[in-house]
Protein backbone atom coordinates (compact mmCIF):
# COMPACT_ATOMS: atom_id res chain seq x y z
CA UNK A 1 0.00 0.00 0.00
CA UNK A 2 2.73 2.38 0.62
CA UNK A 3 4.17 1.91 -2.74
CA UNK A 4 0.89 3.42 -3.88
CA UNK A 5 1.38 6.41 -1.70
CA UNK A 6 2.12 10.52 -3.68
CA UNK A 7 5.57 11.64 -2.65
CA UNK A 8 4.55 14.97 -1.47
CA UNK A 9 7.15 18.16 -0.69
CA UNK A 10 7.62 21.55 0.10
CA UNK A 11 8.91 24.62 1.26
CA UNK A 12 8.75 25.68 4.95
CA UNK A 13 9.35 29.74 5.57
CA UNK A 14 6.99 32.55 7.79
CA UNK A 15 6.21 34.77 5.09
CA UNK A 16 6.11 31.98 1.98
CA UNK A 17 3.84 33.20 -0.53
CA UNK A 18 6.51 34.90 -2.56
CA UNK A 19 8.25 31.71 -3.43
CA UNK A 20 9.37 30.48 -6.77
CA UNK A 21 10.22 26.99 -5.56
CA UNK A 22 6.18 25.60 -6.48
CA UNK A 23 6.74 26.96 -9.19
CA UNK A 24 10.04 25.29 -10.46
CA UNK A 25 9.73 21.87 -8.74
CA UNK A 26 5.83 21.84 -10.18
CA UNK A 27 7.66 22.35 -13.75
CA UNK A 28 10.34 19.41 -12.72
CA UNK A 29 7.48 17.34 -11.99
CA UNK A 30 5.36 18.20 -15.00
CA UNK A 31 8.13 17.46 -17.43
CA UNK A 32 9.47 14.17 -15.71
CA UNK A 33 5.79 12.76 -15.50
CA UNK A 34 6.48 12.46 -11.74
CA UNK A 35 3.23 11.87 -9.43
CA UNK A 36 3.95 13.99 -6.83
CA UNK A 37 3.02 16.92 -5.06
CA UNK A 38 5.06 20.15 -4.12
CA UNK A 39 3.41 23.17 -1.65
CA UNK A 40 4.46 26.33 0.22
CA UNK A 41 3.40 26.20 4.33
CA UNK A 42 3.87 29.00 6.38
CA UNK A 43 4.61 27.77 9.89
CA UNK A 44 5.52 29.89 12.97
CA UNK A 45 8.87 29.12 14.69
CA UNK A 46 7.11 28.10 17.46
CA UNK A 47 5.17 25.42 15.17
CA UNK A 48 8.31 24.38 13.33
CA UNK A 49 9.65 21.26 15.25
CA UNK A 50 5.41 19.77 15.54
CA UNK A 51 5.07 20.49 12.17
CA UNK A 52 8.20 18.80 10.80
CA UNK A 53 7.95 15.76 12.67
CA UNK A 54 4.13 15.37 11.82
CA UNK A 55 4.52 15.65 8.09
CA UNK A 56 6.71 11.93 7.20
CA UNK A 57 3.61 10.63 8.80
CA UNK A 58 1.45 12.44 6.21
CA UNK A 59 3.85 11.42 2.70
CA UNK A 60 6.13 14.17 2.45
CA UNK A 61 9.92 12.31 1.63
CA UNK A 62 11.34 16.18 2.53
CA UNK A 63 11.16 19.90 2.08
CA UNK A 64 13.32 23.14 1.66
CA UNK A 65 13.60 24.97 4.44
CA UNK A 66 13.90 28.90 4.11
CA UNK A 67 13.66 32.65 6.03
CA UNK A 68 13.48 32.74 9.29
CA UNK A 69 13.95 28.86 9.57
CA UNK A 70 17.44 27.77 8.36
CA UNK A 71 19.28 28.34 11.55
CA UNK A 72 16.72 27.18 13.83
CA UNK A 73 16.57 23.58 12.11
CA UNK A 74 20.03 22.96 12.37
CA UNK A 75 19.00 22.37 16.32
CA UNK A 76 15.64 20.15 15.24
CA UNK A 77 17.51 17.62 12.71
CA UNK A 78 18.53 14.26 13.67
CA UNK A 79 21.56 14.08 11.28
CA UNK A 80 22.89 17.36 9.46
CA UNK A 81 26.17 17.20 6.64
CA UNK A 82 29.47 18.74 7.33
CA UNK A 83 28.48 21.29 4.73
CA UNK A 84 25.25 22.88 6.86
CA UNK A 85 27.67 22.20 10.04
CA UNK A 86 30.25 25.04 8.27
CA UNK A 87 27.36 26.96 6.76
CA UNK A 88 25.43 27.17 10.16
CA UNK A 89 22.06 26.68 8.53
CA UNK A 90 20.19 24.32 6.38
CA UNK A 91 17.81 24.99 3.58
CA UNK A 92 17.32 21.27 2.51
CA UNK A 93 15.31 18.14 4.52
CA UNK A 94 15.19 14.88 3.78
CA UNK A 95 12.87 12.44 5.67
CA UNK A 96 14.64 9.06 5.99
CA UNK A 97 12.56 5.91 6.07
CA UNK A 98 13.92 5.18 9.76
CA UNK A 99 11.88 8.56 11.04
CA UNK A 100 15.28 10.84 11.17
CA UNK A 101 15.55 14.02 9.43
CA UNK A 102 18.58 14.73 7.54
CA UNK A 103 19.49 18.25 7.57
CA UNK A 104 21.89 19.57 3.87
CA UNK A 105 22.63 22.77 2.77
CA UNK A 106 22.77 23.03 -0.91
CA UNK A 107 22.98 27.12 -1.03
CA UNK A 108 26.45 26.50 -1.70
CA UNK A 109 25.68 24.07 -4.62
CA UNK A 110 23.29 26.03 -6.34
CA UNK A 111 25.36 29.32 -6.35
CA UNK A 112 28.88 27.66 -7.92
CA UNK A 113 26.80 26.10 -10.58
CA UNK A 114 24.80 29.17 -11.28
CA UNK A 115 28.27 31.00 -11.91
CA UNK A 116 30.06 28.18 -13.80
CA UNK A 117 26.34 27.88 -16.37
CA UNK A 118 26.65 31.39 -16.85
CA UNK A 119 29.89 32.83 -16.64
CA UNK A 120 31.53 29.33 -17.87
CA UNK A 121 35.57 31.57 -18.55
CA UNK A 122 36.14 32.13 -14.36
CA UNK A 123 38.58 30.84 -12.87
CA UNK A 124 38.38 30.66 -9.33
CA UNK A 125 42.00 30.33 -8.64
CA UNK A 126 42.65 33.44 -10.54
CA UNK A 127 42.04 36.33 -8.07
CA UNK A 128 40.34 37.27 -4.94
CA UNK A 129 36.38 37.46 -4.20
CA UNK A 130 34.83 40.63 -2.70
CA UNK A 131 31.71 39.30 -1.15
CA UNK A 132 29.13 41.80 -0.03
CA UNK A 133 27.31 41.00 3.36
CA UNK A 134 27.77 38.72 6.49
CA UNK A 135 24.43 36.79 6.81
CA UNK A 136 23.56 33.21 5.67
CA UNK A 137 23.90 33.40 1.99
CA UNK A 138 27.34 34.93 2.56
CA UNK A 139 28.43 31.99 4.69
CA UNK A 140 26.94 29.67 1.50
CA UNK A 141 29.00 31.60 -0.91
CA UNK A 142 32.45 31.90 1.02
CA UNK A 143 32.26 28.32 1.92
CA UNK A 144 31.70 27.29 -1.97
CA UNK A 145 34.32 29.83 -2.96
CA UNK A 146 37.04 28.54 -0.66
CA UNK A 147 36.26 24.90 -2.00
CA UNK A 148 36.85 25.79 -5.00
CA UNK A 149 40.00 27.32 -4.57
CA UNK A 150 39.26 31.13 -4.68
CA UNK A 151 43.03 32.10 -3.25
CA UNK A 152 40.98 35.14 -1.06
CA UNK A 153 38.15 36.70 -0.04
CA UNK A 154 37.25 40.40 0.98
CA UNK A 155 34.45 40.91 2.66
CA UNK A 156 32.33 43.42 3.58
CA UNK A 157 29.47 44.37 6.23
CA UNK A 158 27.44 47.27 7.42
CA UNK A 159 28.16 45.69 10.83
CA UNK A 160 31.66 44.82 10.92
CA UNK A 161 31.56 42.48 14.14
CA UNK A 162 29.65 40.22 11.88
CA UNK A 163 32.04 39.96 9.42
CA UNK A 164 34.98 39.30 11.37
CA UNK A 165 33.18 36.24 13.18
CA UNK A 166 33.15 34.60 9.72
CA UNK A 167 36.90 35.88 9.40
CA UNK A 168 36.80 33.60 13.11
CA UNK A 169 34.63 30.54 11.46
CA UNK A 170 36.29 29.99 7.98
CA UNK A 171 40.29 31.15 8.38
CA UNK A 172 42.83 33.80 7.43
CA UNK A 173 41.60 33.22 3.77
CA UNK A 174 38.93 36.28 4.41
CA UNK A 175 40.16 39.62 4.56
CA UNK A 176 37.96 42.24 6.14
CA UNK A 177 37.02 45.86 5.04
CA UNK A 178 35.22 48.52 6.83
CA UNK A 179 31.43 49.55 4.85
CA UNK A 180 32.64 52.50 4.12
CA UNK A 181 35.80 51.25 2.48
CA UNK A 182 33.79 48.47 0.46
CA UNK A 183 34.27 49.69 -3.26
CA UNK A 184 37.95 50.06 -2.66
CA UNK A 185 37.86 45.43 -2.77
CA UNK A 186 36.32 46.26 -6.62
CA UNK A 187 39.83 47.29 -7.81
CA UNK A 188 41.00 43.76 -7.20
CA UNK A 189 38.78 41.42 -7.61
CA UNK A 190 37.81 38.33 -9.85
CA UNK A 191 34.41 38.15 -8.77
CA UNK A 192 32.34 40.22 -7.28
CA UNK A 193 29.42 38.67 -4.90
CA UNK A 194 26.19 40.58 -3.41
CA UNK A 195 24.67 38.70 -0.68
CA UNK A 196 22.90 41.40 0.86
CA UNK A 197 18.90 42.23 0.81
CA UNK A 198 20.55 45.85 -0.80
CA UNK A 199 18.84 46.78 -4.05
CA UNK A 200 15.63 43.78 -3.46
CA UNK A 201 12.81 45.56 -4.79
CA UNK A 202 11.20 47.52 -1.07
CA UNK A 203 14.66 47.63 0.62
CA UNK A 204 17.17 49.95 0.26
CA UNK A 205 19.63 50.78 -2.60
CA UNK A 206 23.11 49.00 -2.52
CA UNK A 207 24.85 52.40 -2.32
CA UNK A 208 28.72 50.79 -3.00
CA UNK A 209 30.83 52.71 -5.41
CA UNK A 210 31.30 50.20 -8.37
CA UNK A 211 33.56 52.87 -9.99
CA UNK A 212 36.65 50.26 -9.28
CA UNK A 213 35.33 47.02 -11.10
CA UNK A 214 37.68 45.92 -14.38
CA UNK A 215 35.87 45.17 -17.68
CA UNK A 216 35.54 41.28 -17.46
CA UNK A 217 35.13 41.12 -14.19
CA UNK A 218 32.63 38.98 -13.26
CA UNK A 219 29.25 40.21 -10.86
CA UNK A 220 26.65 38.49 -9.32
CA UNK A 221 23.51 39.19 -7.24
CA UNK A 222 21.99 36.73 -4.76
CA UNK A 223 18.71 38.98 -5.12
CA UNK A 224 16.58 38.32 -8.17
CA UNK A 225 13.70 40.56 -7.44
CA UNK A 226 14.32 42.19 -9.73
CA UNK A 227 16.18 39.75 -11.94
CA UNK A 228 18.32 42.68 -12.84
CA UNK A 229 19.76 44.55 -9.89
CA UNK A 230 21.34 48.55 -10.25
CA UNK A 231 24.54 46.60 -9.45
CA UNK A 232 23.96 44.19 -12.48
CA UNK A 233 22.84 47.01 -14.54
CA UNK A 234 25.84 48.89 -13.19
CA UNK A 235 28.32 46.29 -13.65
CA UNK A 236 27.21 45.60 -17.33
CA UNK A 237 27.95 49.27 -18.67
CA UNK A 238 31.21 48.82 -17.28
CA UNK A 239 31.81 45.81 -19.18
CA UNK A 240 31.98 42.92 -16.67
CA UNK A 241 30.19 39.74 -16.92
CA UNK A 242 27.02 39.26 -14.85
CA UNK A 243 25.08 36.85 -13.28
CA UNK A 244 21.59 36.66 -11.79
CA UNK A 245 20.35 35.86 -8.83
CA UNK A 246 17.42 33.33 -10.13
CA UNK A 247 20.13 30.33 -11.80
CA UNK A 248 21.35 30.06 -7.67
CA UNK A 249 17.75 28.98 -6.88
CA UNK A 250 17.02 27.10 -9.47
CA UNK A 251 20.30 25.36 -9.11
CA UNK A 252 20.07 24.71 -5.23
CA UNK A 253 17.01 22.65 -6.27
CA UNK A 254 18.49 20.01 -8.25
CA UNK A 255 19.90 17.94 -5.47
CA UNK A 256 16.97 18.52 -3.38
CA UNK A 257 14.72 17.23 -5.91
CA UNK A 258 16.64 14.29 -7.07
CA UNK A 259 16.60 12.96 -3.76
CA UNK A 260 12.91 13.31 -2.88
CA UNK A 261 11.54 12.47 -6.54
CA UNK A 262 14.57 9.82 -7.82
CA UNK A 263 14.96 11.83 -10.77
CA UNK A 264 17.98 14.83 -11.51
CA UNK A 265 16.25 17.40 -13.02
CA UNK A 266 17.54 19.75 -15.62
CA UNK A 267 18.20 23.54 -15.72
CA UNK A 268 17.45 24.94 -18.89
CA UNK A 269 14.99 27.97 -20.34
CA UNK A 270 12.32 26.58 -19.86
CA UNK A 271 12.93 25.91 -16.04
CA UNK A 272 14.06 29.50 -15.77
CA UNK A 273 10.64 30.65 -17.46
CA UNK A 274 8.56 28.72 -15.13
CA UNK A 275 10.15 30.04 -12.36
CA UNK A 276 9.19 33.50 -13.47
CA UNK A 277 5.73 32.63 -14.21
Known amino acids: MSQSKIPLAGVIGSPIAHSKS ?5 HWLNTYNIAGQ ?21 GFVGV ?15 LVTDRAILIG ?16 NTDGYGFLENLKT ?33 PEIMLSN ?18 IFDWVQAGNMMDHANVVVNTTSLGMIGKADLRVPLDGLNPGTVVTDLVYTPLRTQLLET ?15 L ?21 RAAALR
Not at 64 to 73: M, Q, S
Request: charged share 25%; net charge neutral.
Open 158 to 175: RTRVRAEKLKSDFGNRLR
Open 38 to 58: YIQMDVSRDNLEDVLRALPKM
Open 235 to 249: AAEMGCVTVDGLGML
Open 89 to 104: AANTLIFRKDGKIHAD
Open 64 to 78: NVTLPHKEAIMDIAD
Open 22 to 26: PQLHG
Open 251 to 271: HQAVPAFERWFGQRPEVDRAT
Open 118 to 150: SAPDWQPKAGPAAVLGAGGGARAVIASLLDAGV
